[in-house]
């Protein structure tokens, strides 16, 4: 693994805890955390691909671009906040960069341990069909499981 996408991870890695929190807390992922998450991944991601990659840069921006567009159009039916589109992308653009496959894997687990999760606190009447939940602890879930598999499918 290269120096730029190692230190990609690492601030998503740091971000985990804090946006965590605010997530649980507040329903909410604050713009200076997922924006400059996002700009710098990209700039990461951009520093690792010149100069001989820039096919695999190509397919992370899309994998960014799709993953903000069809957030975009969930958030506006309240399907999705959009601070967690600004996350998802910026992560999106990273597993994009490294194996387009790796999106799937990270949105599945993501969702289905969101489910999970929200089915317990449905049947322990913690909350209704109606309450609103915190998704960025499970995206970040995700995402470092689909790099985890990612790796050890490499391997």
Do not use: C
Request: no cysteine.
């Amino acid at each position: 693994m290269s120096l730029p996408v190692f230190l990609a991870i690492l601030n998503y890695a740091a971000l985990s805890v804090p946006l965590t929190i605010i997530d649980l807390r507040e329903h909410r992922l604050p713009n200076r955390f997922t924006i400059s998450a996002l700009i710098l991944t990209i700039t990461l991601v951009s520093l690792d691909a010149a100069p001989d990659r820039i096919g695999q840069l190509a397919v992370g921006l899309l994998s960014g671009l799709a993953t903000w567009v069809t957030g975009y159009l969930l958030a506006d039916r309240d399907g999705i906040g959009m601070g967690d589109v600004k996350l998802l992308t910026g992560m999106h653009v990273l597993l994009g960069y490294a194996n387009p496959l790796l999106i799937l894997v990270s949105l599945t687990f993501s969702s289905t341990l969101a489910s999970i999760a929200s089915g317990v606190m449905l049947l322990g009447k913690k909350a209704t069909l109606k309450s609103r939940a915190a998704f960025g602890p499970y995206l970040f879930a995700g995402f470092f499981a689909a790099l985890l598999l990612g790796a050890t499918v490499a391997a």
